[in-house]
C-alpha cells in the first residue's frame, strides 16, 4: 500500500528438494537438501542474528557485539544494519577475512584481534559487559535464542518433506546449529506433529572439533581440547575449536538419537563441495559440504529407501561487489 513500507521477511522458507543428480553419482538413495546457502547473507547464521538484532533493539542496546570467524559476523552486521544497530565484529586476525568487507560495508566496526576464537568470545563477553554491548556470541546470556532460530529448519523440513526424514546430517562447530535442529525434532515429537525424531549425523573437522573428538572416544560429557592442537584452514574455520559452546546440546542430540558423528578432512570437503556444484547446480562453502560427505562415508550401502536430509549451511560465493 502507498506510503507503507514493506514489511520484512524473516530469515528461512529456504529451498528444500530431492538431490536426483547426486543419489545417481554417489549412488545414494532418497537424498534430500536443505539449502541454507540461499539465506539473504549466505548462511544459516541469518535466522539467528536477525532475533538477536530484534532483540537486542527492543532491550534498548544500541550496539550489537559478537566474535566471529566471518559468516555469523556478516549476518549480523545486515540485520544491525537493517534495523539501524552499530555492530562491533571481531575476527581473529590470523583468519582467512573472507567476509571482512563486506562487514565493513555494512557500516560495522571491525576488532581484528591476535587471539585464537574462543578467547575471543570471552574477551567479547567482558568487553560488551564493560561497554553495555548486546552480546550475540555463542554461549553468552543471550544464546537461548540461537535454538529457537535453527528450530525453524526442522520444521520447515517436515513441513516441506510431508514428514519427519530418517536420517538429518548438519556440519559441526559449536554444534548450535544442529543441536537447535534437534530441538526442532523433539518439539514436534512431544506435540504429537512426528513419531520419531530422524537419527542425526554430525560432520566436522580433524583440525579440532570437540563434539567429533568426544563421540568418537564414547564420552556422553563433551571434552575441551587442547588449544595447541588444534589449527584453522580456509576450508575448515567455520568448524575447528577447542571448546563447542553448545557442544553437550549437541553430543546429547546425537547420542538420544542413535546418531553418529565423524571427521571430514578438507580436501574431502572441497571434493564434495565440487559434487555438490557439479551434480546439483550450488556453489556451497566445504565447510557445509561435510554434511554429504558424512552421509556418503556413514550411510552409502548401509541405508536404502530411508530419507536423507543434508542441511548444507553455507553458500560459497558470496556478496563482494563493494
Ligand atoms: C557455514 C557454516 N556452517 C556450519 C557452521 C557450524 O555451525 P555451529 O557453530 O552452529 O555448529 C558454521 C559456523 O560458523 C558456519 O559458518
Known amino acids: ?37 540461499a539465506s539473504t ?25 559478537l566474535a566471529t570467524c566471518g559468516n555469523y559476523g556478516a549476518s549480523i552486521s545486515h540485520f544491525a544494519e537493517l534495523h539501524g544497530l552499530k555492530s562491533v565484529i571481531a575476527v581473529p586476525d590470523y583468519y582467512s577475512g573472507e567476509r571482512n568487507r563486506e562487514i565493513l560495508a555494512n557500516g560495522s566496526t571491525i576488532l581484528s584481534v591476535n587471539s585464537k576464537y574462543e578467547d575471543l568470545v570471552e574477551y567479547m563477553r567482558d568487553r560488551s559487559n564493560d561497554e553495555s554491548w548486546y552480546d550475540s556470541s555463542p554461549g553468552s546470556v543471550n544464546s537461548h535464542v540461537d535454538i529457537e ?16 526424514p530418517s536420517y538429518v546430517a548438519a556440519p559441526l562447530g559449536n554444534g548450535t546449529t544442529l543441536a537447535g535442529i534437534y530441538s526442532g525434532f523433539r518439539k514436534m515429537q ?35 581440547l587442547d588449544p595447541g592442537s588444534i589449527h584453522e584452514t580456509k576450508a575448515s574455520e567455520p568448524l575447528v575449536s577447542y571448546r563447542a559452546y553448545d557442544g553437550q546440546k549437541a553430543l546429547n542430540a546425537i547420542y538420544k538419537s542413535n546418531g553418529m558423528a ?37 550411510l552409502n550401502h548401509k541405508v536404502t529407501d530411508r530419507d536423507i ?7 560459497s560465493r558470496i556478496w563482494t561487489t563493494q
Not at 54 to 60: E, Q
Not at 194 to 219: D, E, H, L, M, Y
Request: aromatic content about 8%; hydrophobic content about 40%; cysteine-free.
Open 309 to 315: 536430509v543434508t542441511v548444507l549451511t553455507g553458500r
Open 262 to 298: 565423524t571427521y571430514v578432512p578438507d580436501d574431502e570437503m572441497e571434493r564434495y563441495a565440487a559434487l555438490i556444484e557439479h551434480f546439483e547446480m550450488l556453489s556451497v562453502l566445504p565447510a557445509s559440504a561435510s554434511a554429504l560427505a558424512a552421509v556418503d562415508r556413514l
Open 41 to 65: 547473507t549466505g548462511t544459516q547464521k541469518d535466522r539467528i542474528s536477525r532475533l538477536h538484532v530484534l532483540r537486542a533493539k527492543s532491550m534498548g542496546y544500541d550496539t550489537i557485539s
Open 1 to 37: 500500500m502507498e506510503g507503507m513500507e514493506a514489511e520484512e521477511e524473516p530469515p528461512g522458507k529456504t529451498p528444500f528438494f530431492r538431490a536426483r543428480n547426486l543419489e545417481r553419482a554417489l549412488k545414494l538413495k532418497r537424498i534430500f537438501i536443505k539449502f541454507e546457502g
Open 149 to 164: 532460530g535453527y528450530e525453524m529448519i526442522a520444521y520447515e523440513i517436515v513441513d516441506q518433506l510431508g514428514h519427519a
Open 190 to 224: 512431544d506435540r504429537g506433529i512426528i513419531k520419531k525424531v530422524p537419527r542425526f549425523i554430525g560432520a566436522s573437522t580433524p583440525n579440532g572439533n570437540p563434539i567429533v573428538a568426544s563421540w568418537k572416544a564414547r564420552s556422553r560429557k563433551i571434552m575441551e
